[in-house]
């Protein structure tokens, strides 16, 4: 069932530090979405030893990796650059799974969030469902 609440006060997102429990340190998480983004844009070749992907899943578990880093270094620092730029990450991976609902996991959908006070609650529930899920994409 979809739930499309009509403003954000009713998303129950989960809260940074159940969202983010088996998220790997900020610093190793940095290298591995560096990694992942200079495999998406050509500057770094696949390791040979990895299955072959879903352009798209991949595609999404970097942008919710990056937008989840970023939320979590906003939290971390909550001046206005680290802020500004979790909200630019979130509205990217809120734009991907609009275009792409088949792959969003968690119980609301990227429209029920446009209502939120902040799309990185929409990063929280995302990277929980997707860490739940076994961490597919990557």
Not at 34 to 60: F, S, V, W
Not at 77 to 102: C, I, K, M, N, S
């Amino acid at each position: 069932m979809d739930v499309t609440p009509d403003s954000g006060k009713d998303i129950d997102a989960p809260p940074p530090h159940e969202a983010y429990t088996n998220a790997p340190d900020l610093r190793r998480e940095m290298h591995q979405v560096l990694a992942l983004g200079a495999e998406r844009n050509g500057r770094q070749a696949r390791p040979l030893t990895r299955p072959p992907i879903d352009a798209t899943a991949a595609e999404r578990a970097w942008l919710l990796r990056r937008a989840a880093l970023m939320d979590r270094m906003a939290l971390d620092h909550p001046g206005a650059g680290p802020v500004a730029a979790a909200a630019e990450t979130a509205e990217q991976l809120v734009l991907h799974d609009r275009r792409h609902p088949d792959l969003a996991a968690g119980p609301y959908h990227p429209d029920s969030i446009t209502l939120a006070p902040s799309r990185r609650l929409y990063v929280r529930q995302e990277y929980a469902a997707w860490t739940a899920d076994g961490r597919p994409g990557i």
